[in-house]
């Protein structure tokens, strides 16, 4: 074929330019995201029972439903938390499993619980989606100077603002919390209820006649059919006081014997925003709209919103536009600046403008066909592809070097110039296809990697594949075409006058020597090779294990338990107070205090005694000069809180973040089914005695008020539970009526009274018989009781966790610890979990794809090079190289983590493309005649300068990612530290130490 293309420069080139025309059509419709598109294997269950207190939800919902939902097909985990008024069901599931028939079982499990269940509103299912991270809150909180009420604002929010947003169709819904609603409040004049005769379920009724409700009535009128309905005329606070009622002869009104009027409904929540009470709306993106789409969009109704409601602040936070846009652009500069020093390479190295324009055309051509072939098998732009196609940057310019070298040096030795194009082209297209495929093969493995992370990097190893792929169709066709057309007029190569003057005598000099004196003492290369079995045994053991390398954040999110119980209006003044003290250093807080209204769980369900605050800094030393500014806050103002800082939940978190600690201690009691407080507390004070160097929070409790009732006064009054429970029910406003639509807001009416604190509720009064009031101080005594705030179960029932968030080195040595402490205790068994343990199952999951890379590399250097021993020749210098990046990684602080050994998988096939080239030419040399030696140094005198110029692309093409500061950089860098390091000692381990091995086995089996 080559032979036929290459008198045809016209049509290789119209070729190339629809490939080209082909691929930008294609780049301008790729979607741009953070990460891939992937299933999140997680079911969330929330369970909302406000009367219910956490041991009785524990006991009478979650279990139930634990104990069904553990039957799901493919559940992994399966963990709950019990609390007052709410629960949480967590179920992960086996990644590969599709998660939208996982939700459906999940669902119809819950269906068919709910009649065995007490009477509470449904469970909410929910699976963790990356769409629906929020793209970024709106803040919207009344301007100083407003003389509008913040639940005018709230209602403003809903009917208005809301629904405007949510008209884009980038948005997919718009979730809020911090709205306070109304509700019409019914208060009894009790003595005019006695002296009417009217007990207050009596004058609960009359109230309820006000809500005429007939439902699903129909009526026939001949030959037409009508719906019947009956319209009630309570709409309002006043329509109910006007509700007209009989007793004893007379006609009252409610108004007469109650007061009755529309007030906020007491609030259990909120949010703030830089110190002011807030609504705040968390906009939800369609799956698939674009992110600049959505944005611009966003920005458009913002300035409306700005110019027609003045009196109204709005702000845009925790903005995922920004993240992304950052994170993309600046990869792409990367990958612009790693093509500039390249070029800048392959120009000192080739000494010629056309040698260097061929390369620089092969590397965007290559880039848009790549987009082109994404397109096509539904790739997207994100930075797990993007950080493919930054390797492969590096990679695809090795085949040209290669092609352009080979060529140039046929050329120069006698061949004329078609026959150097032609010959030089086939005499290289093999190792580089074998270059290619080896760089392939140890991709393909990380796809297998098991949970999320093998379906992410599905996308990096697709992308290197792509790239090299399309890379070497280009080079293989259009270099050889236009490498004959710009030269043909020339009778041999010339190069660059300024820079033909440039050599490296003495370089050439002393590599020769190197290699003569390497070639005397062979026994060098079986002592390297031995020490770097060695340094990397060692390194393995003692460098630390995570998931993923540090990420620097601007943002976090901080969670803080009051662990007193606390009203929400003093927790709204603390969060106000924290906030102040924090203010100066931070650019924009938001706070949720108390529980929330989202639908989707943006938020933890935090109970009333608990908030979370997000805060935003300059950048990383500002955030964590604001952390220690808030942790000695709250040491010096609230010892007894408890506080946690967390990621501020971008999609990237929530894929890959570590939910728990380095270790999680699972306390279980074995004498008895519940947990004895003093028991717990004692075995508690076991661990710390042996563990003191670790920090063990005391066990969380709640204080709860207990009103017990008498059962003999009961009876001797005459007094019906019934009546004492409908008493002290009113006494604290929590008997709804029923609900009026207010336009398009539901009103609750509540009967109450009112009852300002505890004290007066003992003074309260109940009918008992023949009319007679009892106080309920004579029914009831008023105790105290403590139990655990949260309860938490997993697959094998109810345990305590403790917490411990030590390096890994010391795991060991605590989990011992601990065992021996719970052994002499006897009153609990311990069972352990953590982030440690799934950071070794990630690196033996690792290790083993690294072995199966270089087991696919055998294979397929083996049938390349029809031999068993030349392989093992070449997969030699991977000990060396990772050895030497494993030692070098300890040695600047970078851990064992995912992006790092993928770094080493990568340099596997990657550095020993040179070695390849060189052992191909060397038995070459021999077929002419050559001995061994001579084959060696004449191979070393050919290749030396492609070998410099294919290692040093590659190490300049991942220079720029040394750098720190963004989310993709933080990722990019322990891969880029692997690389460097390894592609520098490949470099010199195939230029010396390869040659000896190849002398050591093939001299002496010639003599």
């Known amino acids: 074929m080559l032979k036929y293309i290459i008198d045809r420069p016209v049509t290789v080139t119209m070729i190339l330019l629809s490939i080209v025309t082909l691929g930008f059509v294609a780049m301008s419709r790729l979607p741009i995201s953070l990460i891939p598109d992937v299933d999140i294997p997680y079911v969330t269950v929330q369970i909302s029972a406000g009367d219910m207190s956490a041991r009785e939800l524990d006991e009478s919902v979650v279990k139930p439903l634990r104990q069904r939902l553990i039957q799901t097909s493919s559940l992994e985990d399966i963990r709950t938390e019990s609390k007052d008024g709410n629960a949480v069901i967590r179920l992960a599931f086996t990644h590969g499993v599709n998660i939208d028939y996982a939700y459906i079982e999940v669902n119809e499990k819950i269906d068919r619980a709910m009649s065995s269940l007490p009477e509470i509103e449904r469970p909410r299912v929910m699976k963790a989606s990356a769409t629906d991270i929020p793209a970024f809150y709106l803040n919207m909180t009344l301007a100083p100077d407003a003389r509008d009420s913040f639940q005018e604002m709230s209602r403003f929010a809903r009917e208005v603002v809301a629904k405007r947003i949510e008209q884009l169709p980038e948005v997919a819904m718009v979730d809020m919390t911090g709205c306070v609603t109304p509700e019409i409040l019914v208060v009894p004049d009790e003595e005019s209820l006695k002296r009417l005769g009217l007990t207050i379920q009596s004058f609960l009724s009359l109230v309820e006649a006000a809500n005429v409700s007939l439902g699903n009535l129909t ?389 009333l005694s608990e908030s979370s605050m997000y805060f935003r800094c300059e950048d990383a030393a500002g955030l964590s000069g604001t952390k220690q500014m808030i942790e000695d806050w709250f040491r010096s103002r609230y010892p007894d809180a408890l506080m946690s800082f967390e990621a501020s939940g971008n999609i990237f978190d929530v894929v890959f973040a570590e939910k728990e600690p380095s270790l999680v201690a699972r306390l279980r009691p074995v004498t008895s089914p519940g947990f004895d407080l003093e028991k717990l507390d004692k075995v508690l004070s076991d661990i710390r005695r042996v563990l003191p160097e670790c920090r063990i929070d005391d066990v969380p409790v709640k204080t709860d008020v207990l009103y017990v009732a008498d059962p003999e006064k009961m009876v001797l009054y005459g007094v019906q539970y019934s009546a004492l429970l409908n008493t002290l029910t009113v006494a604290l406003d929590g008997d709804k009526v029923f609900n009026i639509l207010n336009g398009n807001v539901s009103v609750p009416v509540v009967l109450g009274s009112g009852v300002p604190d505890m004290a007066c509720i003992m003074d309260l009064t109940v009918p008992g018989e023949d009319g007679i009031e009892v106080r309920v101080s004579d029914l009831v005594f008023q105790t105290y009781g403590q139990d655990l705030k949260l309860l938490v179960s997993g697959e094998e029932g109810d345990y305590y966790p403790v917490e411990l968030d030590i390096p890994a080195r010391d795991v060991r040595r605590t989990m011992s610890a601990i065992d021996r402490a719970v052994a002499d205790n006897g009153d609990f068994e311990v069972s352990f979990e953590g982030s440690y343990f799934s950071d070794i199952m990630m690196t033996e999951e690792m290790m083993l794809i690294l072995a199966v890379a270089v087991l696919l590399l055998f294979l397929i250097l083996a049938s390349q090079f029809e031999s068993l021993v030349q392989p093992l020749v070449i997969l030699s210098e991977l000990l060396v190289d990772i050895a030497a990046s494993l030692a070098v990684m300890w040695l600047v602080g970078v851990s064992v983590n995912l992006m790092s050994l993928i770094g080493l998988v990568v340099i596997c096939g990657i550095v020993i493309n040179d070695s390849i080239l060189k052992i191909d030419t060397i038995n070459r040399l021999r077929s002419e005649g050559l001995s061994v030696d001579k084959a060696i140094v004449e191979a070393g005198h050919r290749r030396v300068k492609a070998i410099l110029m294919t290692s040093l692309t590659t190490i300049l093409s991942v220079v720029p990612f040394l750098s720190r500061g963004n989310m993709g950089d933080d990722l990019q860098y322990p891969m880029s530290v692997v690389i460097i390091v390894g592609m520098t000692v490949g470099t010199l381990i195939s230029l010396y130490l390869i040659p000896i091995l190849y002398s050591l086995i093939y001299d002496r089996r010639g003599k």
């Not at 969009?297 to 300035?303: F, N």
């Not at 061949?415 to 290289?428: C, N, P, S, Y």
């Not at 949970?451 to 050889?480: K, R, S, W």
């Open 219 to 607: 009526i026939r009128d001949g030959e037409y059919h009508y719906n019947v309905r009956f319209r009630s005329f309570a709409s309002s606070a006043e329509d109910i006081a006007n509700v007209y009622f009989k007793t004893g002869g007379r006609i009252l009104q409610i108004r007469d014997v109650a007061r009755v009027y529309e007030r906020s409904a007491p609030e259990t929540g909120g949010a703030l925003s830089d110190g002011r009470k807030a609504v705040v709306m968390a906009v939800i993106k369609q799956s698939e709209a674009k992110m600049a789409d959505l944005k611009s969009a966003i920005e458009g109704q913002m300035s409306y919103f700005e110019r027609d409601y003045p009196q109204i602040d709005f702000i845009l936070t925790r903005d995922q536009t920004q993240l992304l846009e950052y994170s993309i652009n600046n990869l792409f500069q990367n990958i612009i600046v790693a093509v500039l020093l390249t070029c800048v390479i392959i120009f000192l190295f080739m000494k010629d403008f056309r040698s260097l324009t061929l390369v620089a055309l092969t590397i965007p051509a290559a880039l848009v066909f790549s987009m082109l072939v994404f397109g096509l098998i539904g790739l997207t732009i994100n930075i797990i592809s993007l950080s493919g196609l930054i390797l492969g940057v590096g990679m695809m310019v090795d085949n040209s070097i290669v092609l352009i070298d080979n060529i140039t040096a046929r050329w120069n030795r006698g061949d004329d110039l078609r026959t150097a194009v032609l010959e030089g082209t086939k005499e290289v297209m093999a190792p580089m296809l074998s270059s290619v495929l080896t760089t392939c093969a140890v991709f393909i493995p990380l796809v297998f990697m098991s949970g999320i992370a093998g379906a992410l990097f599905y996308d990096q190893a697709m992308a290197v594949t792509v790239v090299l792929l399309t890379a070497y169709a280009v080079t293989i066709t259009v270099i050889p075409v236009y490498y004959y057309l710009w030269y043909r007029g020339f009778s041999s190569f010339r190069p660059s006058r300024l820079l033909g003057r440039i050599a490296f005598p003495a370089a050439m000099r002393f590599y020769e020597s190197a290699v003569s004196w390497g070639l005397r003492n062979r026994w060098t290369a079986v002592v390297i090779l031995v020490t770097s079995v060695v340094v990397a045994v060692v390194c393995m053991i003692w460098i630390p294990k995570e998931k993923l390398p540090p990420m620097t954040y601007t943002d976090a999110l901080l969670k803080v338990d009051w662990n007193e119980n606390i009203t929400y209006a003093e927790n709204m003044s603390r969060m106000k107070e924290l906030e102040s003290a924090v203010d100066a250093g931070t650019g924009q807080i938001t706070s949720f205090v108390g529980t929330q209204q989202f639908v989707l769980s943006h938020t933890d369900d935090q109970s």
